[in-house]
């Protein structure tokens, strides 16, 4: 029963250095998102998509891109590292954005930009 | 602009006694509420839910209470117990939008 599944867990980047954040899920669901969390603050939405070929962007997407080629993969680019990008990331999934539809998310991928 | 508030960053309860998380929010259109749990190194994991047409759910230890009026909710959990210690988001959204997350607060369960 994997679900959603983040690589890599932990990741030190260099500033204007790029890397992709890979979110894999198994439960065929349309829905995924990618949420960042800062220190003391809650879960701010990067991108969004509501099926293959479909993404859009949430409240914080400069800086990020994302592409969604399978129902399954949701990779997170991030094409030149700045410090603010410094925060830990969360990829989630949902069966559909019905009021009664709770997301699952996956472990988490903790990136410092230095 | 940080429409989904939780103003208690940390609580400390005492094993067995009633731990309660409180959530305020600002927009008013908002109608399904969400509580997730997040133990460290881990995502968050759904609790518990309530839509706007109720004033109360229950699910075991775990109810959540909907005060429309005064854009609240809160979260009880009886009785508290060692593993319920992690971080308690809430998160609130209106139809066919995304879910707007409160800063979390972080309850610690003294044994």
């Known amino acids: 029963n994997a679900g959603v599944t983040q690589t890599p867990k932990f990741r030190i980047l260099k500033i204007g250095q790029s890397m992709t954040l890979q979110c894999t899920q198994d439960m065929n669901h349309n829905y995924m998102y990618w949420y960042r969390q800062d220190p003391g603050m809650g879960l701010k939405l990067i991108y969004y998509?509501?099926?293959?070929?479909?993404?859009d962007k949430g409240e914080v997407p400069n800086g990020y891109n994302v592409s969604r080629s399978t129902t399954e993969d949701f990779p997170l680019r991030l094409e030149l590292a700045a410090p603010s990008q410094t925060s830990v990331y969360f990829c989630?999934?949902?069966?559909?954005?019905?009021?009664?539809?709770?997301?699952?998310f996956g472990q988490g991928t903790r990136l410092t930009v230095v | 602009d940080q429409q989904v508030k939780q103003n208690s960053p940390s609580l400390s309860v005492q094993e067995g006694r009633i731990s309660i998380l409180n959530c305020d929010y600002t927009?008013?259109?908002?109608?399904?509420f969400l509580w997730y749990k997040k133990y460290p190194a881990e995502g968050p994991t759904f609790l518990i839910s309530i839509s706007s047409i109720k004033d109360k759910n229950e699910d075991g230890r775990f109810t959540v209470f909907l005060n429309k009026s005064a854009k609240h909710l809160s979260l009880h959990i009886v009785p508290s117990q060692p593993g319920d210690s992690a971080v308690y988001f809430c998160a609130a959204k209106r139809e066919n939008e995304k879910l707007t997350f409160g800063t979390g607060t972080r309850l610690t369960i003294i044994p």
């Open positions: 998509s509501v099926g293959a070929g479909i993404t």
């Open positions: 927009n008013s259109m908002f109608d399904y």
């Open positions: 989630a999934s949902s069966r559909d954005d019905l009021m009664n539809t709770e997301a699952f």
